[in-house]
């Protein structure tokens, strides 16, 4: 567990430098807000691939809370284990906007003033997870689950483009992008209801997965 454990931390740390580090470059290389998002999707897109490919044999490379509580409706994660991997995942990420911050001479610490709000705004975290979750358990159903590396980074760096949010539809994501006040940062203040949009999220992509794919096949 401790080996999975550190996988968890390292790879949504490392995500975090990803989606931090990414948007402060941008903010530094233009001034035009759409090819700023373009290179924060691009970055995080290969991230992504990159770090569930290495990652996925020893801990499943989730780096995302919701996974796992979609996993306890499915059977096929535990309550143990999914609330470990959280505080994995969340500590990891945290660790992850510290050292992005540190990259660009920022203090270790910056809290996000960026106050993201409003009903558009939460109610596409809820669609950016449902969807999330909907694709990485899809392609398990259909026993394609080399292919979830590409298949969520298609789904995240499109979702950054097509979600008035910017699809952080991660928890530990969400909390980890508190501490950063630059491009990608969101205000400790609209982190809570960003979670409670992601946990509707998952609930609602328990259903889905449910009844679109059924139960998982040995």
Known sequence: MSRRLLAEAIGTGLLIVAVIGSGIMAERLTDIVALQLLCNAVATGGALVA??????????????????????????????????????????????????NLMFDLDAINISQKVR?????????????????????????????????????????????FTSSTSLANPAVTVARSLSNTFAGIAPESVPMFVLMQLIGATLAVAIIKFVFGEPRS
């Open 51 to 100: 770090l569930i490919l290495i990652f996925a044999p020893v801990s499943g490379a989730s780096f995302n809370p919701v996974v796992g509580i979609v996993g306890i409706f499915t059977g096929e994660a535990t309550i143990r284990d999914t609330a470990l991997y959280a505080v994995a995942q969340t500590i990891g990420g945290c660790i992850g906007a510290v050292i992005a």
């Open 117 to 161: 709000s409003g009903s558009g705004i939460l109610f596409s975290e809820v669609i950016a997870t449902i969807g999330l979750l909907v694709v990485i358990y899809g392609t398990i159903r259909a026993k394609r689950a080399n292919l979830v590396p590409f298949t969520v980074a298609a789904w995240i760096t499109g979702a950054y483009f």
